[in-house]
């Protein structure tokens, strides 16, 4: 089974605060992804990854950055964390090829900035 | 602009019966479409998929069916059951390199025993 894993389940910051969150997968997989997902507005793409070093703005990518060092790892920063950053933070990933577009999510991370 | 929607926010039906999620594309690019059931406090997970040279894809229950001309997909559940209460995202993409999935909204789907 592929997994997916995310470094914390539930984070509480304080604004203008740095965040790094972390995501692993162990199934050799090409491409990861960060969304958010917030209420009404369903999953937005923030950034996304084909390979390592590499990156790409998604939809949203405003406030935020990546860092894809390893194939299996891809994290996502706020330098500066905002309350509109509050938010459900989802990763993902998916193999290069006929499957490329069936992601697999991990389990998210509930942040909120005060 | 959003490309992908799911107008209806929620929709409720009995056990047993058949649940009917709705989704509307606008870009004319997009060329496969796919299904995510979310639980809270969970990941979505990929539930099924169809690309645009079929109009109907069958997984057990689970049923897609894809209106080209319409722009319009909707995803079939027969039967219903009370662990298929969830959020069903509906999402969208273009073939080829480097595409990325354009999500809608969600609907948010509650089955009563």
């Known amino acids: 089974d592929v997994k997916v894993t995310q470094s914390s389940r539930y984070l509480v910051k304080r604004t203008g605060e740095k965040v790094f969150l972390e995501c692993v997968q162990d199934?050799?997989?090409?491409?990861m992804f960060w969304y958010r997902q917030d209420p009404g507005l369903g999953l937005r793409l923030i950034y996304f990854?084909?390979?390592?070093?590499?990156?790409e703005k998604g939809d949203i990518p405003e406030g935020y950055s990546v860092s894809r060092e390893k194939k299996e790892r891809f994290s996502l920063i706020l330098e500066s964390t905002s309350t509109n950053q509050t938010s459900m933070y989802l990763c993902?990933?998916?193999?290069?090829?006929?499957?490329?577009?069936?992601?697999?999510f991990g389990p998210g991370t509930r942040l909120t900035v005060t | 602009d959003q490309q992908v929607k799911q107008n209806s926010p929620s929709l409720s039906v009995q056990e047993g019966r058949i649940s009917i999620l709705n989704c509307d594309y606008t870009n004319s690019m997009f060329d496969y479409f796919l299904w995510y059931k979310k639980y809270p406090a969970e990941g979505p997970t990929f539930l099924i998929s169809i690309s645009s040279i079929k109009d109907k894809n069958e997984d057990g229950r689970f049923t897609v069916f894809l209106n080209k001309s319409a722009k319009h997909l909707s995803l079939h559940i027969v039967p219903s059951q009370p662990g298929d209460s969830a959020v069903y995202f509906c999402?969208?993409?273009?073939?080829?390199?480097?595409?990325?999935?354009?999500f809608g909204k969600g609907i948010t789907l509650s089955v009563r025993p």
């Open positions: 999402a969208a993409t273009s073939t080829g390199a480097n595409s990325k999935l354009t």
């Open positions: 993902a990933s998916s193999p290069w090829g006929l499957v490329l577009y069936e992601q697999y």
């Open positions: 199934m050799d997989h090409e491409n």
């Open positions: 990854s084909y390979d390592v070093k590499m990156k």
